[in-house]
DNA sequence: CATGAATGAGGATTCATTCAT
DNA sequence: GATGAATGAATCCTCATTCAT
């Protein structure tokens, strides 16, 4: 004899979607790819256990979906660095990466737990020749202004890639002075540690 | 309910306990904490299951055993920095990392992937203090002799700190051409990327 | 890691509920707290071991909840003998107590074994007061009634009790005789055993 | 190059019998015959886990000798009624009941604990008999001497049996008031509850 | 689309028992 | 006699996945 006049607020499927997804950053990142329970990402994204299956069919490719709309929100954050100057980009990029690490910590932090995890490797792939990509433009614009010294840039920039990931990885694991840090990097990248003669 | 046994006493008791530990390095490293099977340590050290806890009191247990152990063995390793000219030594610091990382890639992995354990917390701050202390005894060294340039040494050390550990990162994630990043983060950190005026 | 598996629902929560109840008691009876296994309340239930963790979330509140389930069953079994005539009431009790063991011999049997089981304590002490006021009522009644002899009710009722559940261990112990013990009983705890003089 | 010129102190096979015995008597009644472990046996014992089996073969058996170990005891302690007026002899057997279960509280706990312990039957049966032909026999006495009333004795042996055995079991399970009651249930077996009218 | 009860393999841990020393 | 490391079955509990409703 109960009736709902109102009909209840019913979600479309893309909003499902995205609250699954959402539920999942957190209790992934909380607790790493093992570690996480579909129950508590059921309960998270106020859904049934069941329900989750229906928009991803295993928990590995939810954790994969994850990864990959975390991606595109990433590249979009750090694209905006293409057309600076060269070393107002690299500043720009050292401080993106931190700023990234520093609004979604726990993500990243995923990203360092599963570093390894088989099925990231082709999105990881992905990310990292778009993220030398970039860093090779700047450094190439700044020598072809004259504002960097002549270096060969394929091998460069994985390691200016490297510190910079670095820096991050020194954010997650000790937690301080990210604005500080990221300062002396710029400074270091730029002018090295070594007194100039002459 | 009646169990009969056959127990194969072959080992020492100490033979055992380094068996363990050997086993868990190869497990724990590949899988990560929370993903290790003490049924797959306990086969792959040719032991049984009950075996372990005669040892290991608890998984937990294991786990900060074998980072200890590791933990020494490590500062061992990195010790000989110490009283080297400022360049070479950041130079041996790098290499030794490296190197480090290429031995033992899975367990360098390892901490990667547990970064964040509150388990490891108390030996992970034992391990940054110590490892910073190194490079700001480097950076000091290069200060006094007028190898380096005037920095503020508190600042810079975990900047470069960052730098070495990125590389090692990006060694455990792409896992190509340890050698010739080193040289060229050596180069780096020396000199800088920009283009010396006047 | 990959598992299938098909679910049968075939019963209503609460049915499953009840069932798993049902099958712990014949467990617990039959084998004490320390010795019954989850996986026999589970086959004996016709429900899967993971089934009772729906419902009950650890062996100790599975085993709580059958104690409580139990005891309501008994207090409404036990009510009856408030408002008899005070020795009516004496017999009625005695015959109450031993035909709810010989109904329920390996619950009863249950509460013997576990006794002094830790997180039975406050259950207990509930149903011991609850037992102890109803005897204190019929004695009451008896001296108000000249029936019984003046006694101090408070050192009289719980002594009636023991001997009451003295039958019950009694009965549980070597099994014979319900029916004439009890009779037995009333006869001695009205009269007593001594001759009376003048 | 370590010498003990002073030999260590052996124990002889009795003495570790003994001890082993004393220590299960400990491990037992904390924790009942499923919850003991042989270990904690040993630990307390101060002999090793493989000695317990050199003088029991099982964990049944350690039980078993326990428990005779045990009823030998009482019986002795028991026996003293046998020769006294019999009122007497029923306040004696009533406070040695008593007596002994504030003595060797968690033995006594420990026999309602595994009460219906299959293995335990020849010997609870050998106790019994042996308890009710002692009642059998101070009531007996009683009426041959004209101080108790006729009675059927063998219905009323086992009654007044249980009568104690209530009032020890009430000791375990309450713990208070031992002495206060003993002398209620004295009374009131003696002279019932009933006024007498005449 | 959504639910959530049900499944059962698998995980950490315990413990009676054995046997080489 | 005595030791204690070793065994492995068994325990409680978790969790990815399924499916009747």
Known sequence: MKQSTRPTAKRTGDDSRRDILAAAYDVFAGRGYAGAAMRDVANRAGISVGGIYIYFPTKEELYLALLRSEMEDFNLYIGRVADMEPAQALKALIDSYL??????????????????????????????????????????DGMDSGVFRKMEIDRAAPVVFSCVRGLVLSYLSEGQGAGTQSEMLYEILLNGIMEKTG
Not at 115 to 130: N, V
């Open 99 to 140: 700023d990234y690490a520093v609004r979604k910590t726990k993500l990243v932090s995923l990203h360092l737990k599963e570093h390894d995890l088989e099925i990231r490797k082709p999105l990881k792939e992905l990310f990292l020749s778009s993220q030398h990509r970039i860093i090779r433009g700047i450094l190439q």
